[in-house]
């Protein structure tokens, strides 16, 4: 199904959110804090000045992992307030495929973006200014642009997990278990990550370890999209795109990206060619209609992956390929027979 999205302030029912105080059956309450199980139950029936942050402390794999609060709330008010969550495999990843996202929470009462950074960006390139930094000189610098770019997008929360791309790639790490942590702990309605016909293996193994997640845990989100950085997704049939108006707000959406100077500054220029893909799908989404948009951001619903845990990823995203292939063939088999 092919839809457009506007950024119109159809706003959702504030009361929502403010019910989203982490566990909420008796049972979730149970099995993750048992120790406080009785506090938790009166903060739920309404006693918000009780709360304490050792309810919300997000048991992560990696000790140098990190949790950032741009507006310095505490961590179980920043999950409280998330709807939509972001999962990248590399510091900058969220700021070039979620816009939608992003703006959607930007500035809202009734809506909150938490992104989760996989990868600590050690094995980045480096030229320039950087080209004599060691690894953990990278690491720091990539950590804190990824900083710069959630306080800049008005993030209720940024997890930065500190995998090395090895690590997640062998898939041996507890990326799975992680992820389900920040899932249950945030009860997004809506989870962006990466697509699954990306062709950067990180990606798709991120990809993977979330779909993983999410059939694993016991939080269960509206939607999951998968969204473009290597491989954009105009191939997709047009019915099958989702697709998402991100004409507003450029001046923020180039400083999202605009903060990356250490991916940037070496001559890959990931800002203008981010903008220019979304301003390219929005004339070429329509071929007989004027252009609605200035920048539209396509992504593939992968919700189907959670509503039928046996589905094969790779199955599910080939059968993708094949309506595409389907309909080159059809089409030059029709305009063959003249
Ligand atoms: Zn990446």
């Known amino acids: 199904m092919c839809s457009v999205?506007?950024?119109d302030p159809?706003?959702?029912d504030a009361s929502q959110v403010a019910g989203l105080l982490g566990p909420q059956t008796d049972q979730d309450i149970d099995a993750r804090h048992p120790q406080q199980a009785e506090k938790f139950r009166e903060i739920r029936q309404g006693f918000p000045s009780v709360i304490r942050e050792d309810f919300f402390t997000l048991k992560l794999s990696h000790p140098s992992a990190e949790l950032y609060i741009p507006d310095g709330r505490p961590p179980a008010q920043a999950y409280a307030r998330t709807t939509h969550l972001g999962i990248g495999a590399h510091p900058d990843d969220l700021e070039f495929m979620t816009w939608w996202a992003i703006l959607r929470c930007f500035q809202s009462l009734e809506r909150g973006f938490t992104g989760v950074t996989v990868t600590d960006g050690r094995g980045s390139s480096r030229v320039d200014e950087y080209a004599g930094y060691s690894d953990d000189e990278m690491r720091s610098v990539r950590l804190k642009e990824q900083k710069r770019a959630?306080?800049?997008g008005d993030y209720a929360a940024l997890v930065c997990l500190d995998y090395s791309s090895a690590e997640v790639r062998s898939r041996e790490s507890r990326l799975v278990e992680d992820l389900i942590e920040i899932l249950e702990a945030t009860r997004p309605r809506e989870v962006y990550t990466h697509n699954l016909a990306d062709k950067h293996e990180t990606h798709v193994a991120v990809t993977l370890a979330v779909i993983q997640?999410?059939?694993?845990?016991?939080h269960r989100p509206d939607k999951v999209y998968g969204c473009e950085v290597w491989r954009c997704l105009d191939w997709m049939l047009d019915t099958d795109k989702v697709v998402f108006d991100?004409?507003?707000h450029e001046n923020l959406t180039m400083s999202l990206m605009g903060?990356?100077?250490?991916q940037i500054?070496?001559?890959k220029r990931y800002d203008l060619a981010t903008q220019g893909r979304k301003r390219a799908n929005a004339t070429y989404h329509m071929s007989h209609a004027a252009d609605r948009a200035s920048c539209l951001e396509l992504a593939m619903d992968m919700t189907a992956l959670l509503e039928d845990p046996s589905l094969d990823p790779a199955a599910f995203v080939l059968a993708h390929v094949d309506r595409f292939r389907q309909d080159v063939e059809l089409r030059i088999g029709r305009l063959s027979q003249k």
């Open 10 to 12: 159809d706003l959702e």
């Open 150 to 152: 959630a306080m800049i």
């Open 5 to 7: 999205e506007q950024l």
């Open 213 to 218: 997640a999410l059939r694993s845990c016991r």
């Open 246 to 248: 991100v004409s507003a």
């Open 265 to 267: 500054a070496g001559g």
């Open 259 to 262: 903060v990356y100077d250490s």
